[in-house]
């Protein structure tokens, strides 16, 4: 069965990133013990992985890149934004080890909508934070392996996502 949409298929693979000509670093793995299950054409993923793996059948092995404006984007430069340290209060104190360079912190803008924003770094009484995609402005390779290609079911496809493990999702 080839991979086409609305089949749930179980890849495995390995994820590497990087910049323009920098090297690659590993990202994250899904092994065949821990594969990633999906719904083919649901628009979960991103659009050019799915491309790279369509027509693709069950021990099909692949080895693809994208580039990084069709992956995550390019990096916006709107998104690095210096937000007042008084917004990190709790209870009237900073907790400035959560505020490490590096750290991601949980955040929600006006609207409630959840942010996870990276400290860029402290400078005074600002917080300079990323709220760009961690991959964003990497190129991504992916390598791997087709492990499933099923039919979805009905709720599958009703629900809009592949159903697996023990409760069904």
Known sequence: ????????????????????????????????????????GTG??????????IGKTKGDKFSFSIEAAQAYGEIEAEALVDLPLDIFKVD?????????????????????????GRVVGLNGDTV????????????????GEVLEVREASEEELAHGHAHTGEHGH
Do not use: C, W
């Open 1 to 40: 069965m080839k991979i086409e949409v609305n089949k749930v298929v179980a890849v495995s693979y390995r994820l590497e990133a990087n910049e323009n000509g920098k090297e690659k670093v590993h990202v994250e793995t899904a092994g065949a013990d821990k594969p990633l299950i999906f719904l083919f």
């Open 44 to 53: 979960g993923l991103i659009p050019a992985f799915e491309e790279n793996l």
């Open 92 to 116: 009237g104190v900073v907790d400035v080890s959560v505020l490490k360079t590096g750290n991601i912190v949980p955040m929600s803008d006006r609207d409630g909508n959840r942010l996870d």
């Open 128 to 143: 300079k934070m990323d709220f760009n995609h961690p991959l964003a402005g990497q190129n991504l390779h992916f390598s």
